[in-house]
């Protein structure tokens, strides 16, 4: 328990946590790869079928937790209803671009 007596809700924290950290490692590793293999140009399918995965599965669990969290935080009476409802509108958000990103990739091929 924090001074005021009411604790934050671990799920809400949890799940802002998985909005926010995910694209910010993606961007990191993107920039990584670009600035150590601006040489070649090639597309590693694996690596971008590991990418949509990982981002579609963070993006569930993050939606359930935000949703947990934020039950739990009106149910219990805890902090963290705005990290709830801020993962959720940032996990809508990364939910639009995944799907815009895989539809380009589709229609590209």
Known sequence: MNKMGRSY?????????LAVLPPA???????????????SWGFNQIYAYAVIVCGALSICIGIVLAIVGLINSFKHDLKGKGFAI?????????????????LIAVMRR
Do not use: C, N, Q
């Open 9 to 17: 809700s671990k799920a809400a924290v949890a799940a802002f946590i």
């Open 25 to 39: 490692v993606f961007l990191l590793i993107e920039f990584l790869d670009l600035f150590i293999h601006l040489h």
């Open 86 to 102: 801020a993962s959720l509108i940032i996990l809508f958000f990364e939910a639009i671009i995944a799907v815009m990103v895989v």
